[in-house]
C-alpha cells in the first residue's frame, strides 16, 4: 500500500499550517476561550474565506470534493494548533454525513451547498457521544435516533450545557422529539449511513489528537533547550530526552495507523471499522503520552494557565473519549482480531509471503 501524498496535498497541508499559524496564535485563542460562546465569528469566516469549509463537499454542490485521505493530514493541522471551532465536525463529519444520504433527500443539497459557502454551522449528534459538541450556536443539529437521521434547527430542541476540562469544548447533553417533520432517512438507511459517521469522527479526532501530541512535543523541547539547571539546558540530561523521545516514536508509530485508517474508510475497505479504531487508539494514546511527559518536564508548571501547554493538554484530554472512548474501540479492535474467522497468525502471514 503505497502511503505517498501527493505534492498538491502536501502544499495544501503547508498552506493551512501558515495560515492557522498567523490567524490562530495562543494569545488568541485564549482571548476567544474567555467569551460566553467560546467562538469567534471573525476566526470563522477568515476560515470560510480560505474555503476550508468546502474541502469535502462534492464540486456539484460548489466544493472541492477532497476525501478522507487528505482530512488525515488536515485534522493534523487543527489539532496542533487547537482551533476553538467546530470545522471537523461541520465540513468533515457532518459533510461526509449529508453526502451518503440518497440524492434528492429533503435539505442535502441546500446543507452541502450553505456548507461549501460557509454560511451554516452544523453539530453531529451520534449515541456513541452522550455529549454534543458545538449545539449553542449550531443552526443545524443531524442527531441519530434509533438509525434514523433526523435534521433538527435548534430552536427545535433542548438542550443543557456540560462543563469541560477544555474551556474550547461547548457541549450540551440535547433533548428532542423525533417526528416525520425532522426525518431525513429512516433507519434502515440511516444506520450504514451513521456507521460510516461513526468512523469519520474517529478519525476526526484521531487526526486532532496526532496533531496535539505533535505540538505538545515541539512546546516541551522548545522549553527543555532554555530551562537551565545545575549550569545546562536541563534537555541534556538523558532522563529528560527518553521522556521526549518516548513521546516522538508513538507519533512516529502512529502515524501510518492513521493513514491505513484514512485509506481504508476512503476506500470502503471491509475492515475500516478495525482500521479506525486502532488509529483513534494509537492516536490518543500519543497524545495522552504526550501531555504526561510535557507536564513532566515542565516541572508541572505546565498545567498553569500562563503556559501553552495546557491549552493542548486539555485538549487531549478533552477528545480522548469522543466519538467512542478506549473501551469502545478496544472492544472493536478485539472483535475482529479474536473472531473465529479472523485471518491472523503465522499460517496466514507466512502463506501470503510464499505466494507472493
Known amino acids: 500500500m503505497d502511503f505517498t501524498f501527493t505534492e498538491d496535498q502536501l502544499a495544501f497541508r503547508e498552506a493551512i499550517s501558515r495560515f492557522l499559524m498567523t490567524e490562530a496564535p495562543p494569545e488568541l485563542l485564549r482571548d476567544i476561550w474567555d ?3 467560546g467562538r469567534s465569528p471573525e476566526l470563522r469566516a477568515k476560515i470560510s474565506e480560505q474555503g476550508l469549509t468546502a474541502l469535502s463537499v462534492p464540486e456539484a454542490q460548489g466544493g472541492l470534493g477532497m476525501g478522507d485521505i487528505t482530512w488525515a493530514l488536515l485534522t493534523q493541522e487543527l489539532g496542533y494548533y487547537a ?7 461541520t465540513a468533515f463529519v457532518a459533510t461526509g454525513l449529508l453526502s451518503a444520504l440518497p440524492e434528492g433527500t429533503r435539505m442535502r443539497e441546500e446543507l452541502l451547498s450553505r456548507i461549501a ?14 455529549l ?10 443531524l442527531q441519530e435516533h434509533q438509525g434514523e437521521v433526523h435534521a433538527l434547527c435548534r430552536d427545535n430542541i433542548g438542550f443543557e450545557r456540560n462543563p469541560s476540562i477544555d474551556s474550547s469544548r461547548r457541549l450540551s447533553r440535547i433533548s428532542f422529539e423525533p417526528s416525520d417533520a425532522t426525518r431525513l432517512v429512516g433507519s434502515e438507511q440511516g444506520r450504514a449511513v451513521w456507521a460510516q ?3 469519520r469522527g474517529a478519525l476526526a479526532v484521531a487526526g486532532q489528537s496526532l496533531g496535539l501530541a505533535q505540538r505538545m512535543l515541539d512546546l516541551s523541547v522548545d522549553y527543555v533547550t532554555q530551562r537551565k539547571q545545575f549550569g545546562k539546558p536541563i534537555g541534556s540530561f538523558q532522563a529528560v530526552k527518553h521522556k521526549l523521545a518516548d513521546v516522538a516514536s508513538k507519533i512516529e508509530f502512529a502515524k501510518p495507523v492513521l493513514y491505513h485508517a484514512a485509506h ?5 475497505d471491509a475492515q475500516a471499522n478495525l482500521n479506525v479504531s486502532h488509529a483513534k487508539l494509537a492516536c490518543c494514546e500519543a497524545a495522552w503520552l504526550a501531555a504526561r511527559n510535557g507536564i513532566q518536564v515542565h516541572g508541572a508548571m505546565g498545567y498553569t494557565w500562563e503556559v501553552d501547554l495546557q491549552m493542548f493538554m486539555k485538549r487531549a484530554w478533552a477528545l480522548d473519549s469522543a466519538w467512542g472512548d478506549r473501551a469502545f474501540h478496544n472492544s472493536r479492535v478485539a472483535e475482529t482480531l479474536l473472531a473465529d474467522t479472523a485471518q491472523i497468525g503465522p499460517s496466514f502471514t507466512f502463506g501470503a509471503l510464499q505466494n507472493d
Request: aromatic share 0%; net charge negative.
Open 132 to 141: 454534543v459538541a458545538d449545539v449553542h450556536l449550531a443552526d443545524v443539529v
Open 264 to 268: 481504508a474508510l476512503a476506500h470502503g
Open 83 to 89: 482551533i476553538p471551532d467546530s470545522l471537523a465536525d
Open 197 to 199: 459517521t461513526l468512523n
Open 35 to 37: 467569551t460566553e460562546e
Open 117 to 130: 459557502e460557509g454560511s451554516v454551522r452544523i453539530a453531529v449528534g451520534h449515541s456513541v457521544n452522550p
